[in-house]
């Protein structure tokens, strides 16, 4: 079992930052494949941005020049960095996890993320 916890959400105004993070267990977080997913009201689940084992980054177009995701191996941590922020950008935030070549994902609780003035 792959158990993770996201942090970091909030209300902010549009062109406001956070910063989201996701634990997972120490001992095999190097060998994950991780990503962050986020869910608008009334909409599906979509792909916001992921990082290899490797650390090669991936990110949906509307997000790119504004989010960065990154890992820190050494506090088995993965980070989503959101900035200029727009009202289209809420949502829950939702932390993935999976093993290089595996199809079983497993998912945080997630964090909410609320942009409005």
């Known amino acids: 079992q792959v158990q993770l916890v996201e942090s970091g959400g909030g209300l902010v105004q549009p062109g406001g930052s956070l910063r989201l993070s996701c634990a997972a267990p120490g001992s095999i977080f190097s060998r994950l494949h991780m990503a962050w997913y986020r869910q608008a009201p009334g909409k599906q689940r979509e792909w916001v941005a992921d990082i290899t084992s490797g650390g090669n980054t991936n990110y949906k177009d509307s997000v790119k020049g504004r989010f960065t995701i990154s890992r820190d191996n050494a506090k088995n941590t993965v980070y989503l960095q959101v900035n200029s922020l727009k009202p289209e950008d809420t949502a829950v935030y939702y932390c993935?996890?999976?093993?290089?070549?595996?199809?079983?994902?497993?998912w945080g609780q997630g964090t909410q993320v609320t942009v409005s003035s």
């Open positions: 993935n996890a999976r093993f290089s070549y595996s199809d079983y994902n497993y």
